[in-house]
């Protein structure tokens, strides 16, 4: 076989990247997928008329392009935010930040003193640096690291400050905004977060699923799949980047880069649920760090009286029988669950969930895209460039991708 250009995975930034070859009239290319369906991260699986996504799969749409393309790709509901923060007994609204007023003693004292008076740190280096900076240490010892070293599984001291600024909302909204990336958010009618998919793959002609590039020959320009060897010219990869590297033989560039693993806990109810979106929980009394509510986005999600969740927890390590008991009691004992109610359970596991910004990824990341680039290679997604981020930016830089390799093509 003999293409163009290669487009390694077709998840969201894949086929948005064959989706927009096409509509400029360019069909030399080939989107392979190691899957038997496309997807990636953004699939959905149906069990007795439940649907759950591979943990929330909310759309974050804010410019305007991607908002006007999702509208027209599919039904989509439009939702307001409803998060809250469960800390210290009490359960307070998302942001964390911006409700301290709400915390009981001595929580409330503290952070709200340093709310007022942060530490003037010039240019913050560290997650720690960026929280004390913006919120002094109260809402930092409270939230920041325990939620944080939860999630990531690292020291905040030892983590960068730079996805920060674009996740991690302020104290205080500007007027008349809401605070935050996620202060409303869209979620497709039917179907989970893969009904986007299978809306966007029917639009693309040279997809191939159940094919996984093995390896990769620089120099003859060759890719070595399950179906064959496949010459390119050009290659788009939104495999995860260690990955991506490793197929061509440049292994010793992904050692420094390491990922958060994650796992989730799918829980269906013979109950309703309606009380949030979803919920973080910093303290220790938890073991899980965020539960969010599937049936909560659509209608479609769960049968009529019935809820589910999805509960993340850090790491990769298969569950004991004990464990998903202490989680499902956990749950009840918040009030969230009816653990009589439970109709069905299973796991997910997320092995590269979060890309870890410690201080070797980001010079890891430059090198490796250069010496790619030097290649004829390009990037795109959050595996692919190896970030933090969300549907949306991998769907625009899968466009971009395209109107790059067009204009190099031309
Ligand atoms: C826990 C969690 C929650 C999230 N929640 C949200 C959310 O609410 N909203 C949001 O906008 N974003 C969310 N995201 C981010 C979102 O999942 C990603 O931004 C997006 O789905 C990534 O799409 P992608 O196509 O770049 O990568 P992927 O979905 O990872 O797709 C890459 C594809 O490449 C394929 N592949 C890999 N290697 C090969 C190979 N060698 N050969 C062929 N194919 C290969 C894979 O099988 C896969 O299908 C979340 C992420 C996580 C981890």
Sequence with gaps: MKTKVL?????????SAAYHLEQAGFYDYLLLEAA??????????????????????????????????????LPL?????????????????????AHTHLLPQPARGVCQSGLKNPPAIKHPKT????????????????????????????DPANMTAEWCGAFIPPAQAKSGQKLGYNAHFYYPVKGGAEAVIRALAARVKHLQTNTAVHTIHWPLKTAHTARGPVAFERVLSTAP???????????????????????VLNVAVKHPFNRFHWAYF???????????????????????????????????????PQEETHILSALAQKGIIKKEAVLFTFWQY?????????FARTPAVQQAVRRLEGLGALL??????????????????GRQAALDLLKDLA
């Design 350 to 358: 997320l092995p590269h969930a979060y890309a870890l910004y410690d």
């Design 127 to 154: 997650l720690q640096e960026w929280g004390l900076a913006a919120f002094g240490p109260g809402v930092y010892q409270y939230f920041l690291k325990p939620y944080n070293t939860k999630l990531w599984g690292a």
């Design 241 to 263: 980047l260690p990955d991506f590297l490793r197929l061509g033989g440049l292994g010793a560039l992904a050692k420094p880069l390491t990922a958060a693993p994650i796992r």
């Design 77 to 97: 509901h439009r939702l307001e935010r409803n998060a809250v923060v469960y800390t210290q007994g009490v359960q307070i609204p998302f942001p964390f930040q």
């Design 36 to 73: 038997p369906t496309p997807g990636g991260l953004c699939k959905s699986t149906e069990r007795q008329g439940f649907t759950f996504d591979k943990s929330g799969h909310l759309l974050h749409l804010r410019d305007p392009y991607a908002l006007d393309f999702f509208r027209r790709l």
């Design 380 to 397: 795109a997604g959050r595996y692919g460039l190896w970030e933090y981020s969300f549907m949306e930016r991998g769907f625009l830089q």
């Design 7 to 15: 487009i390694i995975g077709a998840g969201l930034t894949g086929l």
């Design 282 to 320: 910093p303290d220790e009394d938890a073991p899980f760090y965020r539960v969010g509510v599937q049936s909560a986005f659509s209608p479609a999600n769960a049968p009529e009286g019935c809820a589910s969740f999805y509960v993340e927890l850090p790491g990769n390590t298969r569950p004991s």
